[in-house]
């Protein structure tokens, strides 16, 4: 190699983690600016008592508890008397079980009611008029997005260059110490997608914000480029995963938009994904000490990945049962079902992230410490079990905490990670350099170390924060969606995703046993990368805007109001 | 939605405890740098043939073994010192299988990272500036006494055979030395075809199994003391031939011992009466002691594995396992076990495990260790006044008080010469050794193996060997 092209190298490894650090700052800059203030969409106003009511959220609990959107200090209300909505519809209200009942116009309603501008709705002996927010509600919504969110095209397309930027100095960099142009045709295919689903997102699907995409295709691609410099072949998989990925993701997003249509398919989704993961059980192959691998044909597929989704499905599809925590138990059976199958298949990464994912939903839903705290026991309760049982499995994590002593059988992954993360240093030693490709499941298990040689660790860190960005980033959003559904769903995915890069950054530098799960976007992995950006659709459906452009309003009532 | 928008802290504080531990990794990864890029098990590291930089060996009173200078390895000045130490220390190859230069070679140098974490190991090579990694030597420190090496290698002669020497309170290894052996300075063009080199790479300290012949005698007297009430005073009348299991066992030139008891017996090594002894205790009850003294499974000690000692009798007539009990038949035997056994009796039953490495580069072994009882302590104070009663008759110097007993092990039916043992231990504080020597085919038998035991004790009395082993 030459001493300029060494240099230029140099320099590509010195760039590499500015150029990233600027795209992160781009992407969740223009994230957080993004976001509708907090302004009521409409009112209730108390006219006896003249007190007015900001209505926040597209889903609010009325009641007489502190903790309720709607707060009135009446004691003829009960805790939890009534959730008021928001649909594409128009405004609802829902009795939740109150003693009183709820009236409208002086007529006691039950199941979900539409209501109006000048509605009086009565709770105990509170009666509120549903007035509209100081100005029009209808442009309340187009007026509070636009100053902040003008047509992005301009600022999404300068990240979405730096990313190509970000891509062809891999590339270069990978060409110039390994000595071959492998990677040049997976930079070329990467970049046609990147721009190509960038431009059917704003083009056909006119959506305001690129972000969230760009920041996982940025993963994506990354970790599909270092694949593609130490096995090209395995590189194409994964950029078809990759598009299959993305039109899940469009699908998804489609799928979820109307929540009636999630809670019509949800005991569907319920049912095939257990009789999926029963087959995985029945025909499944086991790969690497997991059976959790369904071959067809020459494609093989983990079940457990997409199951994953579904359990989500499952557990957030409350809708305007907001408060109700009686039907939890279908739930608790779902993951207790997925759970004992995981365990059968020894897939034991997948059952805690199943675990701690249910632990997340049912907090959420329920607010109920004592809820997670059963569960937390009664886990550890089985936990002791199983090895009691199978004291087997508790060999295959003896190495954590000591790998050192077992530098050579157990930790010999761990050890190897740590010894080239050091020799990596700050800035790597650069790609096709390192060592720890040769070591097994360098692309999967042990991806975060791969990283971490060959590109340095501020690469590897700010990859991970990325990831722990998503999950913030949801959690920002979760307030201000739609509905409890998308608020859900989006808090407990980004905390999958946080909890699996978790598990799999940790196991790899021994703070958590190495359980063998993937590094989201980032390891090698079809079924995985599909339902990463599967889960990455929940965040993005909780964000309003994303729906904002097909919002048909109607707050006058109807000419006909049966119709 | 409020309450939902609350209850979602759950979830951040999961996301902080991510970033609390990338934060932990950092901080581990920055302060184990040195520690981590020096690891032998870095590939990223120069290769180098390791003897090249290797560390000293240094014996126990600070003789230079082996050390490498300007990238060349060098032993020790003397030539019969080099020869003596060669099973210890090793060559350049790694044909020694039990050598300190074949086992511990990756041990004898360590790697020294003297960058920082910023680049790693990463900066272009233009700008390194090539001292990032530094090769540096581990010294080891040896139990072993190289003046005794010499006196041994001395009293072995010209035969093949072997000296196993150590310290029964401590487990120190004072002197191990096998012949044939050569000069690993100059080793011998035709060390592959002269005969006289034939197995020269063997440590037979450690790696050889021989007949055992009389000094197996010990096992037999362990297993009847433990288990036949009264056999001390029982007694015999020895004819110097009988007939057990229709064939004949002998003593040595059909010599009758004539009425002896179980001491007197040892002492002259009466053959009838211990082969009596082994087929009244029978096969199992043989084969428990034997194996509770080691035999029929390795000894492992410093990382290293010696040879099996095998006593198996399950498919012997009552015949063979009459002469078992003599150390006939297929009993074998290692000269470490051996000594081992000796060390037992001198220690109360329970050997102190034997080990040679004092210290490698900052690591301290020096640790004594007990290995599995062989036998009861009344056992061991039994057979202890046997065995000094034994070597009473032995034409030994008086300078120590010894225990011992000799053997002389047939190798054959058709009058090859056997080979000559002598195992014991010594009675004294400062000297507390227990030892084994092997002569093979002795022509004047096992009075050759005391001889020359009792030359390697006088060195061991007058020489450096009494000295304590260095801090």
Redesign the interface.
Known sequence: MSNIGEMIAFVFRLATPLLMLIIIILCFRALRSGRREEHALIVLDDELNNVRYPVLFWENTLGRSKGSDICIPDITVSRDHAVLLRREAGWFITDTGSKSGVYVNNRKVSGRHPIFVGDKITVGTTTLTLNRADAPLDTTQRRKIKPVSPPKASSCSAILSLITTLIIVLTVEGAIYSGSMQAFPHALIFTAILWGFYQFSVKKLSRKSFELEALALMLSGTGIIVNALHDPKQAYTQLVALCIGIVFYCFMIWFIGIPDRVMKWRIIIYGVAVLLLGLTLLIGKNINGAKNWILIGPVSVQPSEFVKIALIFVGASTLDHLQTKKNLFGFILFVGICIGMFFLMSDFGTALIFFVTFLAIAFMRSGNFKTVILAIAAAVLGVVLILTFKPYIAERFQAWGHVWEYANAAGYQQVNAFICSASGGAFGLGLTKGFLQYVFASESDLVFGLISEEMGLITALMMAAVIGGFMIYARGVSTRSRSAFYSIAACTAGGLLVFQAALNIFGVTDILPLTGVTLPFLSYGGSSMIACWGLLSFIKAADERTYSQVKPKKLTPPKNPSA | ????????????I??L???A??V???V??TL??KE??A?P????LPEHDQLEYAGKIIDRNGVILAQSINEKRYYNEDEETRMACLHIVGDNSVNIATAIQTVYRSSLTSFEFN????????L????DNKNEIDIIGNDVTLTIDSRIQKAALKALGSYKGAVFIYNYKTGEIICMVSTPTYDPQNVPYDIETNDKYDGAYLNRALSASYPPGSTFKIVTAAAAVSEIPDISKSAFDCRGTDTIGGKPVTCFQHTPHGHIDLTEALAKSCNIFFAKLSVALGKDKMTSYAEQMGFNHDITFDGIVTADSVYKVDDASENELAWSGVGQYTVLETPVNMAMISAAVANGGTPVMPYFIQSMGPITKNTTTLGTPMMEKSVADQLRDMMEYTASTYNLNDTFRVCGKTGTAEISDNGDVAHAWFTGFLLSEDCPYAFSIILEQAENGSSEAVEAMNQILASASTGAGAEPALP
Do not use: E
């Not at chain 2, 309450?3 to 979602?8: A, D, L, V, Y």
């Not at chain 2, 960058?115 to 990463?122: V, Y």
């Not at chain 2, 272009?124 to 700008?127: A, F, L, S, Y």
């Open positions: 939605m409020k309450k939902i928008g609350s209850r979602s802290v759950m979830i951040l999961l996301t405890a991510f970033f531990g990338l932990y990794h950092t581990n990864l184990h740098t981590w890029v690891s098990m870095n590939r990223h960058g920082d974490f910023l680049f790693g190991l990463g272009p090579t233009m700008m």
